[in-house]
């Protein structure tokens, strides 16, 4: 790690455990504002009510906090300064990107400052010789890939809201999407970066390779959901374009079959680019949203998409469609050109906006299982469902075991809001118990917070809060999210209701 003024984090690493809740007594005072203002202008801090409400909260629109401040830093030295000032007044700050997170980490804190980073969307260098790129936090994920499509480039980590959310949210969540199952999260594909400390120094974690001499620092920040510090300049991995992509989508008679299917094609030493189921239900809601071509007689269908060489592509190809036959496929549908493919895709990245086809009101979850025991928890999900008298519908990458069961509900109806969060929860609980996580890709933050204790003992935690308090004694950074707090857990969340952005059509939950 290298370090800029004002000083070194090498200093602080053995600070007692802070308890990873909020450290901060102070408020956004008026001679706090003005010096918000000297440092970055009257028009990039927001202080009237109505513009705060903006940021009230991120995708998670059950919970909501009205900042007391909001700045919006375009360089590294004005967030350091924005941060100092927050130090020096002992105010909790959160960073923000686009506030797409679904897990509630961009929510605000009571009397805080939000830190938006949406304004440094500059792209600082591009080497195509070593496939790397320099960008700011506020980039897109996806005008990362535009940026270097034309030099047979692009960035592989794919969440759905690819087109809206920052690569500054992708380190901080480590996000995922449905190509990761071959190329890896977005931790595999960072070399560095530099990061805006809790008490405003500047330091660079990582470097040029990915498994850096000394502790993994830059690890550490990928996936601490803003708690460590305020990424400010990333260094990512590009990949070139694979030579082929061939996709089909096999219908089965059960979700168990279609696990099967996936059970085998991993055992056979294939690793799609993506490997990505919908059951009935979903099926049902994408075909009347977006009319992809999925059959609507199937229980059942796995997307399955290879990429690479060409004869290694194609040879991969076969053995799949072999093994979904021996599986027991009722039909397979092979995309004959790239439109159908888009169309394919156009299909299930569009089945958790299409819910709202086939219910009012639905719960999101977000949970990882052992891959083998598929069939086993979507049995288990199915009676769960029949006993609290909801639907559940299922689409998820299927490749690397991360569900995301939805469950639907009437919020017009008494009771069912309530009914939906309690199965919501213990869907995620059950992912734990059968050896797997409560997230897979979209976070803690404050909603799973109150999770932690079913999969880290108190030693785990406190281990992992001295880690923070490293870098963070204060607990200034992001608190509240993450760790379990009496606060947090006895609060409920308010009514899910569409994020902005999905209730226009711009992007879509996955
Ligand atoms: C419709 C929809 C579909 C989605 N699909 C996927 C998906 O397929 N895969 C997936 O993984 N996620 C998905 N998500 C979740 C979300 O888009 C990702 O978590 C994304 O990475 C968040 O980026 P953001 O810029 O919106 O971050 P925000 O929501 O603004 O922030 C998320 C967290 O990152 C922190 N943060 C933001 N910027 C910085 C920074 N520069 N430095 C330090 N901390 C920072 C915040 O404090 C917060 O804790 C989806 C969300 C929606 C609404």
């Known amino acids: 790690m290298t370090t800029t003024a004002p000083g070194s984090v090498n200093s602080r690493d053995f600070l007692p455990a802070s308890p990873g809740a909020p450290g901060s007594v102070g408020k956004v005072t008026a001679q706090m504002r003005n010096a918000v203002i000297a440092a970055i202008g009257r028009e990039r801090t927001l202080t009237e009510p109505t513009r705060l409400r903006t940021y009230e909260c991120d995708g998670i629109t059950g919970y909501r906090v009205v900042p007391a401040l909001v700045a919006l830093p375009e360089t590294t030295e004005e967030v350091a300064a924005v941060v100092r000032i927050c130090a020096d007044y002992g105010v909790p700050f959160v960073a923000r990107g686009a506030g797409t997170g679904l897990s509630?980490?961009?929510?605000?804190?009571?009397?805080?400052?939000?830190?938006?980073?949406?304004?440094?969307?500059?792209?600082?260098?591009?080497?195509?010789?070593?496939?790397?790129?320099?960008?700011?936090?506020?980039?897109?994920?996806?005008?990362?890939?535009?940026?270097?499509a034309h030099l047979d480039l692009y960035f592989a980590p794919d969440p759905s809201s690819q087109t809206v959310c920052t690569i500054g949210g992708n380190v901080a969540e480590n996000s995922g999407g449905a190509h990761c199952l071959k190329y890896g999260f977005t931790t595999n594909h960072i070399y560095a970066l530099t990061v805006v400390l809790a008490d405003g120094s500047v330091v660079t974690v990582g470097g040029d390779g990915l498994d850096d001499i000394g502790p993994d620092l830059r690890g550490a920040f990928i996936g601490s959901e803003g708690t460590l510090g305020i990424v400010t300049s990333i260094t990512v991995r590009l990949l070139r374009k694979p030579q082929s992509v061939r996709t089909l989508v096999a219908d089965f008679p059960s979700a168990e079959h279609a696990g099967d299917a996936v059970s085998g094609i991993i055992a056979a030493g294939i690793i799609p680019a993506a490997v990505e189921m919908l059951d009935a239900l979903a099926i049902q809601a994408c075909e009347q949203a977006v009319h992809a071509g999925y059959s609507l007689d199937t229980a059942a269908a796995l997307v399955v998409e290879l990429d690479g060489p060409e004869a290694e592509c194609d040879e991969g190809?076969?053995?799949?469609?072999?093994?979904?036959?021996?599986?027991?496929?009722?039909?397979?549908r092979i995309a004959a050109d790239p439109d159908e493919r888009m169309r394919v895709w156009k299909g299930r990245k569009a089945a958790f906006a299409a819910m709202g086809r086939i219910s009012p009101d639905y719960y999101v979850q977000d949970g990882v299982i052992p891959r083998t025991r598929l069939g086993e928890v979507l049995s288990r999900i199915d009676a769960m469902a029949a006993d609290a008298g909801l639907r559940v519908a299922n689409v998820f990458h299927a490749g690397d075991g991360n569900l995301h069961p939805l469950v639907l509900y009437n919020a017009a109806v008494a009771g069912e809001s309530e009914r939906g969060e309690h199965l919501s929860t213990a869907i995620a609980e059950l992912c734990v118990e059968l050896g797997g996580s409560i997230t897979g890709e979209h976070g803690v933050g404050t909603d799973k917070a109150c999770s932690m204790p079913k999969m880290f003992t108190e030693d785990d935690m406190d281990t992992m809060k001295r880690l923070r308090a490293a870098f963070d004694p204060a607990g200034i950074s992001n608190p509240g999210k993450l760790f379990p707090t009496p606060r947090l857990c006895g609060e409920k969340p308010g009514k899910y209701a569409p994020h902005p952005l999905e209730a226009a059509g711009v992007i879509d939950r996955g």
């Open 317 to 332: 190809f076969e053995l799949v469609k072999d093994i979904c036959t021996r599986a027991g496929t009722t039909k397979i």
């Open 104 to 148: 509630g980490g961009a929510l605000p804190v009571v009397d805080g400052v939000v830190i938006g980073l949406a304004r440094m969307r500059r792209i600082l260098d591009i080497n195509a010789a070593d496939q790397r790129m320099v960008m700011e936090p506020g980039v897109t994920n996806a005008d990362i890939s535009r940026a270097v």
